[in-house]
């Protein structure tokens, strides 16, 4: 972990005073130069992210596709925004709109004598062993994101916005930064506020955003890939994570078919022999795991079929109560936009 660390600062010191310094001093923001040193450490890891991705995920998807891409188009729109994201450019605009109200209010319980905990000091001696420690955090937020993604399926306001993600029918690795934009401030909105509560470290809290960045744009890959029976259980796999993308599968439960009998039919108003009622699809679905498998497990929303089905949303591809089939947008503002009509009600 030492010799990790110290290449990494080394490295931010460098691009720091190569890069960023000298356009901050230009541009007038010399009075946020511990800022910027700070948002240097995010580029880094962004670019090492985006290079880990084209040498080592990109072969894998040529080496065995699920799928052939003939919509080049959606796909560069995907690397729109994983520029945005990996580049800095999202914490960039939370940096100056956000961040500081988080930092308010938590300086205000600060100021009140309402401080943090650090969950990793339950455990005498497990402050000593970094590696550990990193392990326990990372097990603790993979816990969280398990019930945010949950919620962004369940309740129907935030699956206006989540359906974006969804809406890739050609899913490669650029797909996990396919995301509105409200919806990524939620998310992180809420994953910050627990890093607070929780006392973790900030080179930690870092290094787990890029593990599990980069896991995730490993299994959103074209990648016709599973880990097998019992390592499936222990990691998010591309075949796990892609079921969770399927059209009709991933996002939807089906309600059971029900068969009314003579008697009760004609007490609900029916004149048949039997009523049978037409089954209903409701916001569910399954694998919701971003690193983790084990809560699927633990709170039965895993699938562990052995498929490989086309992704999407179903509204894309049949049409909906009223008769349409609905757009998603074609590019990265044209998908921001129709995003705030759907949490409206207007699309």
């Known amino acids: 972990m030492d010799w990790l660390t110290s290449g990494f600062d080394s490295a931010q010191q460098w691009l720091f005073e190569s890069l960023i310094q000298p356009i901050m001093f230009a541009t007038g923001m010399a009075g946020l130069l511990e800022d910027g040193y700070v948002a240097t450490g995010w580029l880094l890891v962004g670019l090492l ?8 995920i990109a072969p894998l998807q040529r080496w065995r596709p699920v799928e052939p891409l003939t919509d080049q188009s959606a796909v560069r729109t995907d690397i729109v925004y994983t520029l945005i994201h990996r580049l800095g450019l999202f914490r960039l605009a939370l940096f100056f709109s956000v961040d500081p109200l988080w930092d308010a209010f938590f300086g205000a319980l600060r100021m009140d004598g309402i401080s943090t905990f650090h969950l990793d000091a339950f455990w ?11 392990l326990i955090y990372l097990v603790l937020f993979d816990f969280v994101d398990y019930w945010i993604h949950r919620g962004q399926h369940q309740f129907g306001w935030w699956w206006r916005l989540h359906s974006l993600h969804h809406s890739q029918r050609q899913m490669t690795m650029w797909s996990d930064n396919r995301n509105h934009l409200l ?28 593990l599990t960045q980069l896991s995730e744009n490993f299994h959103h890959a074209n990648l016709r890939l599973w880990f097998g029976r019992w390592v499936e259980r222990l990691w ?10 399927a ?3 991933g996002h939807e439960t089906v309600v059971v078919r029900k068969v009314i009998p003579c008697a009760a039919a004609h007490s609900h108003g029916y004149v048949t022999t039997e009523a049978v009622l037409k089954p209903a ?7 919701f795991g971003v690193l983790l498998p084990v809560w699927d497990i633990i709170f039965r929303t895993a699938n562990f079929e052995l498929r490989f089905d086309p992704t999407g949303v179903r509204d894309q591809v049949e049409a909906g109560p009223d008769g349409k089939i609905r757009d998603y947008g074609q590019g990265f503002w044209s998908q921001q936009w129709r995003g705030v009509l759907r949490l409206l009600g207007r699309a």
């Open 49 to 56: 992210q985006l290079i880990i991705m084209l040498v080592l």
């Open 124 to 134: 005498p001696g497990v402050t000593d062993l970094p590696w550990v420690s990193l």
């Open 183 to 210: 919806d990524d401030l939620l998310r992180d909105a809420i994953v910050v506020t627990v890093a607070q509560l929780v006392g973790v470290a900030p080179g930690q809290f870092v290094a787990i955003v890029a």
């Open 236 to 245: 998010v796999s591309p075949r796990f994570h892609r079921l969770h993308h």
């Open 247 to 249: 059209i009709g599968i």
């Open 281 to 287: 699809t409701v916001l569910g679905g399954c694998n």
